[in-house]
């Protein structure tokens, strides 16, 4: 039987990668808010890594630091220990194997570029990026763009063993204020139902995003209302995460992403994670 309503977000980047707070600094802000689970989910291409990414030299003090914060503050509040790891076909792996001496409580694997075709380029770095990386290697079409996005993000799925896939329609994220693609489309309908199914069959989560409403490129959070529905459909377990990337934003818009849940037929979320398996309270 759930729970009741728990807040917590298990999806928050600090100053080890692309944040803006501490994770200390997160920490002390999540106990004011009232978040009972905190999960911290750095970015990562281990053993690579971008500006964007976190350093292999600070793996072993990001988990130390970690650590010693579930001793301070235990009893306000549980933190858990994540990555958000990227896939890069052949380079790095969202899989516990590969993070295996770092024994996370659990794996975000998420896509932040496309490798396909004759180059590569970002999902979510800029609007200018994601158009000229649409129009050099596609011509422009953006039909191929995001069917190479949700096949790369179904290879993933099918290959490795993280828990929950992050922002599964990412490619929305400039679509709000730059459109380049018309998300009533049939084709792109098509494409989230088949990604709805390919989560389903692979028995991860995924999450309800908020994070590109708090840096200001959507209205309302990710999947959409229409991806979320499908989700339901197929039952998949969902969290409501922040993504945050600075204190501030650990719940942001959470009742909207709540109200979103609901309306989509869900009941439960997941509000925990650990290395026994999900955690859900009702909505």
């Not at 191929?144 to 996005?149: E, F, M, N, R, S």
């Not at 993000?153 to 679509?175: C, T, W």
């Not at 494409?191 to 309800?208: D, F, H, N, P, V």
Request: charged share 25%; hydrophobic share 35%; proline share 4%.
């Amino acid at each position: 039987m759930s729970e009741e309503y728990i807040k917590s977000n298990l999806h928050t980047h600090s100053t080890f990668c692309d944040g803006k707070s501490t994770l200390e600094e997160n920490v002390i802000e999540a106990i004011k808010k009232g978040i009972k689970v905190l999960g911290f989910t750095s970015h990562s291409m281990y053993p690579f890594w971008t500006e964007s990414n976190m350093n292999p030299e600070d793996f072993k003090g990001y988990c130390r630091k970690i650590q010693h914060l579930k001793m301070k503050y235990e009893g306000e509040i549980k933190i858990r220990l994540g990555f958000e790891a990227d896939f890069i076909p052949g380079i790095t792996f969202p899989c516990h194997k590969n993070y295996a001496e770092f024994a996370p409580d659990y794996l975000i694997g998420s896509l932040h570029f496309i490798y396909q075709r004759e180059g590569v380029f970002g999902v979510d770095n800029t609007p200018g990026i994601w158009a000229e990386g649409a129009k050099k290697f596609y011509g422009g079409d953006m039909k191929a763009v995001i069917g190479d996005y949700f096949a790369l993000q179904k290879e993933m799925l099918e290959k490795f063993d993280f828990e929950i896939l992050g922002h599964p329609d990412l490619v929305r994220k400039f679509n709000e204020k730059f459109p380049s693609f018309d998300e009533n489309a049939e084709w792109y309908k098509a494409y989230l139902s088949e990604m709805a199914k390919a989560i389903a069959k692979a028995g991860k989560a995924t999450e309800i995003n908020t994070g590109a409403i708090s840096r200001g490129w959507l209205t309302k959070p990710y999947p959409s209302e229409y991806f979320l529905e499908k989700l339901h459909e197929a039952g998949v377990p969902i969290a409501i995460t922040a993504d945050a990337h600075a204190a501030q934003n650990l719940d942001c818009a959470f009742d909207e992403a709540r109200a979103l849940a609901k309306k989509a037929g869900y009941t439960e979320i997941i509000y925990d994670i650990d290395k026994t398996g999900f955690k859900f309270c009702k909505l």
